[in-house]
């Protein structure tokens, strides 16, 4: 999203990045970020694209910020990991879920 100025208006977000000021706060689906003061009417961008994990960069030539897309990183679904199965050490099926209530560190690699 394209912005001349550090404020946007709701219906301006949810045109520019799909993500919907409620009083509830940034919300996009079923995920809702809250905001402070729930917004307003002009939404701070930098308090958005903080809150949202979304890169703002400014081209000061131009006069413009350009904001988005957003990572995740506080917008998550739900904190439940899924259930995996993966075989174990010997070959054997292995689930995480025979681990729930435990703290569990989870280390994953990949070659790519």
């Given at each position: 999203?394209?912005?001349?100025?550090?404020?946007?208006?709701?219906?301006?977000?949810?045109?520019?990045?799909?993500?919907?000021?409620?009083?509830?706060?940034?919300?996009?689906?079923?995920?809702?970020?809250?905001?402070?003061?729930?917004?307003?009417?002009?939404?701070?961008?930098?308090?958005?694209?903080?809150?949202?994990?979304?890169?703002?960069?400014?081209?000061?030539?131009?006069?413009?910020?350009?904001?988005?897309?957003?990572?995740?990183?506080?917008?998550?679904?739900?904190a439940v990991l899924p259930d995996v199965t993966l075989p174990d050490r010997n070959g054997m099926p292995f689930s995480l879920?025979?681990?729930?209530?435990?703290?569990?560190?989870?280390?994953?690699?990949?070659?790519?």
């Open positions: 999203m394209i912005l001349e100025q550090l404020e946007a208006t709701r219906e301006e977000l949810l045109a520019g990045t799909g993500w919907e000021i409620r009083p509830e706060g940034a919300c996009k689906a079923d995920r809702c970020v809250p905001l402070p003061d729930g917004g307003g009417e002009r939404i701070d961008v930098r308090v958005l694209a903080d809150r949202l994990g979304m890169a703002l960069v400014h081209d000061p030539e131009h006069g413009v910020w350009a904001l988005g897309p957003e990572s995740g990183g506080r917008a998550l679904l739900s879920s025979s681990l729930r209530g435990r703290k569990v560190l989870l280390v994953v690699w990949a070659s790519w």
